[in-house]
Every structure is written in structure tokens, then in C-alpha cells.
């Protein structure tokens, strides 16, 4: 089973460019998340997506974050325009359909953005 | 507040030591719990979960974790410790009141020496 692809692997821009990441989920999976990264911290979500809707984007900063998934399968996530706090991993991770809490949150191998 | 944490920024264990990764929680209701490895450079990977039933749970690599609920923790244990169990080890658990997501601790830089 393919796990859950991300693109680019690393991304290097300066500050006030935009930027965008990719992610393809788990097949099959409902359910989509992304998580920012910051050296030294867990992770923490921007967005949870069920199918193409959104369930979760309170920690998403929407005046300069944007992410949307067509279809409910594949995922963008989208920095315009990018400060320098913004650097950071940006894991994106995919579940089943929940049926209750348990559902396992298996991760992509993320992209590490720069922002200079 | 609903909280996870990991009171350890890193331990350090000698090969063929048993090692333990230490996490509490603070949550309301029955408490789900999960543990992640990261390898330098790579995502986060599964390692183990408590939903229910026996405290004691075995997970991926030889890890196993044991449940207690009154004194809140959920520690990562493994017998004898591997030089390439060396990685960030993060504890975590969902907050289905927020949409499920995850709350992560801030993670163990788990040292394994030769």
C-alpha cells in the first residue's frame, strides 16, 4: 500500500513570495490533515479535511494560508505571501473514515520550507 | 485545558539498556493515546496506540507502552535498546471536541550509544 506523497521536499523562497505543497493522501482515506512543524515543537494542525470539506481550520492564519481539496482526494496547501516564521516542516498526514477515535493518522515525509 | 506532555527534551540510553520515553495527559473523558517516531529528515511514523482494554500495549519495532490512568501517563518502553532507535519521539492524542485532531507533546530526542 502507497503511503501518503508529498511535494516538493524542500522549498527555499523569500520573504513576501508565495508557495504551494502538495499532498496525495492514503487511497481510500476520508480524511486529510495538514500540520506546520517548527524546529523543536510537535506538530500542530492548520486543517483537517473530510472528504472536501473542511472540518477543522481554527490555527489556520487565512490572510495568508490557504488549502483546498478538489474531489476529496488530493491536497493544496498554499502561503502567499510568506514570512519568515513560516519556516518550518509542513507534514501532511490521511485516516479512514472515522468511526469512532482511534483512527490512526498515517504521515507523509513532509516539506521543509525555508523562508529567507 | 487538554494537554499532552513529554517532561523529557531528550534521554540518553546505552545499547542493550532498556529505555523509557516518558508522556502525560491531561484530557477529558477516556483518553485515546498514540506514539510517532521521526527519523531525521522524514515524516512521522506509527508506532502504537491505546483505545481500550489491556494497559499494556506492543507496537512496531519491539516498542510497548503502558497505560495508567492514575497517575496519566502513557510511557513508550523497549527492553533493550537498538544505536538506530536514536530519533524525535512524539507523544500524542485526539481531541474529538475539536474535529479529532491531534494534540502532540514536544517531543524526546531519544540517544542510543553504542
Known amino acids: 500500500e502507497a503511503g501518503v506523497a508529498q511535494s516538493p521536499r524542500y522549498k527555499i523562497i523569500e520573504k513576501r513570495q508565495s508557495v504551494a505543497f502538495w499532498c496525495n493522501p492514503i487511497s481510500g482515506h476520508a480524511t486529510l490533515y495538514w500540520y506546520q512543524q517548527i524546529l523543536g515543537q510537535g506538530p500542530k494542525l492548520l486543517i483537517q479535511?473530510?472528504?472536501?470539506?473542511?472540518?477543522?481550520d481554527s490555527q489556520l492564519p487565512k490572510d495568508r494560508f490557504s488549502a483546498e481539496r478538489l474531489k476529496g482526494v488530493d491536497s493544496t496547501l498554499k502561503i502567499q505571501p510568506a514570512k519568515l516564521e513560516d519556516s518550518a516542516v509542513y507534514l501532511c498526514?490521511?485516516?479512514?473514515?472515522?468511526?469512532?477515535?482511534?483512527?490512526?493518522?498515517?504521515f507523509g515525509p513532509g516539506t521543509r520550507l525555508l523562508v529567507l | 485545558a487538554q494537554s499532552v506532555a513529554q517532561p523529557e527534551d531528550q534521554v540518553n540510553v546505552a545499547e542493550g539498556n532498556p529505555l523509557t520515553v516518558k508522556c502525560t495527559y491531561s484530557v477529558s473523558g477516556n483518553p485515546y493515546l498514540f506514539w510517532y517516531v521521526q527519523y531525521p529528515n522524514r515524516g512521522l511514523q506509527f508506532l502504537l496506540k491505546y483505545i481500550t482494554g489491556d494497559n499494556l500495549v506492543k507496537g512496531s519495532y519491539g516498542f510497548e507502552a503502558e497505560f495508567n490512568k492514575s497517575q496519566t501517563s502513557f510511557h513508550l518502553k523497549k527492553p533493550s535498546a537498538l544505536v538506530s532507535d536514536s530519533a524525535l519521539y512524539f507523544c500524542?492524542?485526539?481531541?474529538?471536541?475539536?474535529?479529532?485532531?491531534?494534540?502532540f507533546g514536544q517531543g524526546t530526542e531519544l540517544s542510543v550509544k553504542p
Open positions: 498526514a490521511s485516516s479512514p473514515e472515522p468511526r469512532g477515535r482511534g483512527e490512526t493518522q498515517y
Open positions: 500524542a492524542a485526539p481531541f474529538y471536541n475539536q474535529g479529532g485532531k491531534l494534540i
Open positions: 479535511f473530510q472528504n472536501n470539506g473542511v472540518v477543522d
